[in-house]
């Protein structure tokens, strides 16, 4: 098992432009998360989701935008990059909310 | 909403001591879940130990246990017998019950050195 997966492991974007960080796991598990990690600090969530087709805000959800239309697959976009986005953000899934989450290895993305 | 603090942002300790890393949170809800997740420098996230709320017995794995007191609002990480490999930024997590199934909340980390 290839475990949770994220692409790419590394981007640097100018302002104001969009991407999709990509996350899959291979465990079907029901919940999936995106968190982001500033330097030196804690997680903060982002948007999890549930289940295929069922997703809801976390902590920050503020200029991103997530999508789950497979239980393997849980895409971040973000639109109109800004500077405050710069930080490592990770993937994660568990089978139930109260299991153990498997991480990612993280994308670390800088927007200047 | 959930807030989790963890007070000491560094600690450090010598090689086959014991050192034990604080966490407090704060909620409403009686039947819920912690975390204390490793991330070492090549930046995986681990997990160390989970404690469920409504077990009064402190979990132990190895060498990691911890110190759970529910009225308290405590949730400490004791590590004996410290290993080099031990030197990491260690994570507490508050993980809700079904209510709010999802929402977990990190705290914002201690990163130990393990000293040879």
């Known amino acids: 098992n290839a475990g949770v997966t994220q692409t790419p492991k590394f981007r640097i974007l100018k302002i104001g432009q969009s991407m999709t960080l990509q996350c899959a796991q291979d465990m079907n598990h029901n919940y999936m998360y995106w968190y982001r990690q500033d330097p030196g600090m804690g997680l903060k969530l982002i948007y999890y989701s549930v289940g295929a087709g069922i997703t809801d805000k976390g902590e920050v959800p503020n200029g991103y935008n997530v999508s789950r239309s497979t239980t393997e697959d849980f895409p971040l976009r973000l639109e109109l990059a800004a500077p405050s986005q710069t930080s490592v953000y990770f993937c994660?899934?568990?089978?139930?909310?109260?299991?153990?989450?498997?991480f990612g290895p993280g994308t670390r993305l800088t927007v200047l | 909403a959930q807030t989790v603090t963890q007070s000491q942002p560094e600690m450090s300790v010598q090689e086959a001591e014991t050192v034990t890393l604080s966490c407090t949170y704060d909620?409403?809800?009686?039947?819920?879940?912690l975390f204390w997740y490793k991330q070492p420098p090549s930046r995986q996230m681990i997990l160390v130990i989970r404690?469920?709320?409504?077990?009064?017995q402190n979990a132990t794995e190895n060498r990691f246990s911890v110190n759970f007191q529910k009225a308290a609002k405590s949730f400490s990480l004791k590590i004996s017998d410290s290993q080099l490999g031990d030197t990491a930024m260690y994570f507490c997590a508050f993980i809700p019950p079904n209510t709010n199934a999802g929402k977990s909340t990190f705290g914002d980390g201690t990163t130990l050195t393990v000293k040879p």
């Open positions: 994660a899934s568990s089978q139930l909310s109260y299991n153990e989450q498997f």
């Open positions: 404690q469920e709320a409504y077990k009064q």
């Open positions: 909620t409403s809800e009686n039947n819920y879940y």
